[in-house]
């Protein structure tokens, strides 16, 4: 199964949802809140016991919610929109986009792996200088991949290519 096309099955994202995303309050918020909460609801654990649950399960409910909680924004032209979009044309166009963003793409979603082995090891642990060192080691390469979705939507754009979902929509 292709990694990147199962997490947008499992937060069934469709054409409405991904434009909703694009608003940059959610691509932002997304970034910056949804591992840290997750992260902090499971460190929790350490002063409420199996209430812990309850934040975990708040924090998965704003994974889910967060792109469907800003409506669409007018433009794109910000860094995050294109990001966002970027990365709707890499799960929907793969194969038509260049090799040197597919490799990169693939590259930075590795090097969030040791962070993220770091950052468990730590919520496992109650080392809380791992769990945070992990999780600023998972989200850097993040935002670096969204940087390469704006190459990719710029280049997707430039080419004079419809963006999946947009065909239709005067953005």
């Known amino acids: 199964m292709d990694f990147f096309k199962g997490t947008e099955r499992m ?14 309050w959610s691509g932002w918020t997304r970034m910056l809140t949804c591992l840290p909460f997750l992260v902090l609801a499971i460190w929790s654990r350490v002063w409420i016991g199996i209430w812990a649950l309850i934040p975990v399960a708040l924090a998965i409910f704003w994974i889910w919610v967060n792109p469907r909680a800003f409506p669409p924004p007018a433009r794109l032209d910000s860094w995050m929109s294109k990001g966002v ?37 730590g919520l496992y642990g109650l080392w809380w200088e791992g769990a945070v060192f992990g999780t600023i080691l998972t989200a850097l390469p993040k935002i670096w991949f969204v940087d390469r979705m704006v190459w990719i939507y710029e280049d997707w754009v430039r080419d004079g290519r419809s963006v999946p979902g947009l065909e239709s929509r005067d953005v």
Request: charged share 20%; proline share 4%; glycine share 6%.
């Open 11 to 24: 937060m069934t994202m469709d054409d409405g949802v991904w434009l909703r995303h694009a608003n940059p």
């Open 85 to 121: 979009m970027g990365e709707r044309i890499f799960l929907n166009h793969r194969a038509e986009v260049a090799d040197h963003h597919r490799r990169a793409a693939i590259v930075l979603s590795l090097l969030s792996l040791p962070g993220f082995v770091v950052m468990v090891w």
